[in-house]
């Protein structure tokens, strides 16, 4: 069964950073691409930042320079480094893997975890 659980959402203030954590389980992160997205209430969900199995990143505009997506295959764990947070910088966050195969591509997804930014 294939599990991805975030953590590391809270309460915080403005200009403050948090690091999130996304452990996987059932799949090994070495060979899928690792995207994390933010959803606010009434709104879709939008991409944050991803991360591909060679370790090449992007960023939504919002994100860049102040978000850092990371990973560590031999600890199954994919990491979100968001520093001088801004209240618009609150959602719930996922992080989905995604991998080719030779009927599709493959999602999974996490649960989410809530950041709050007070402004």
């Known amino acids: 069964q294939v599990q991805l659980v975030e953590s590391g959402g809270g309460l915080v203030q403005s200009g403050d950073s948090l690091r999130l954590s996304c452990v996987a389980s059932?799949?090994?992160?070495?060979?899928?691409?690792i995207t994390w997205y933010r959803q606010t209430p009434g709104e879709d969900r939008e991409l944050v930042a991803g991360?591909?199995?060679?370790?090449?990143?992007n960023y939504a505009y919002s994100a860049n320079g102040r978000f850092t997506s990371s990973r560590d295959n031999a600890r199954h764990t994919l990491y979100l480094h968001m520093n001088n947070l801004n209240h618009e910088d609150t959602g719930v966050y996922y992080c989905?893997?995604?991998?080719?195969?030779?009927?599709?591509?493959?999602?999974?997804w996490g649960q989410g975890t809530q950041v709050t930014v007070a402004s």
């Open positions: 991360i591909t199995t060679e370790g090449s990143v």
């Open positions: 059932g799949i090994s992160v070495s060979v899928n691409d």
């Open positions: 989905s893997s995604s991998r080719s195969s030779w009927y599709g591509i493959i999602n999974h």
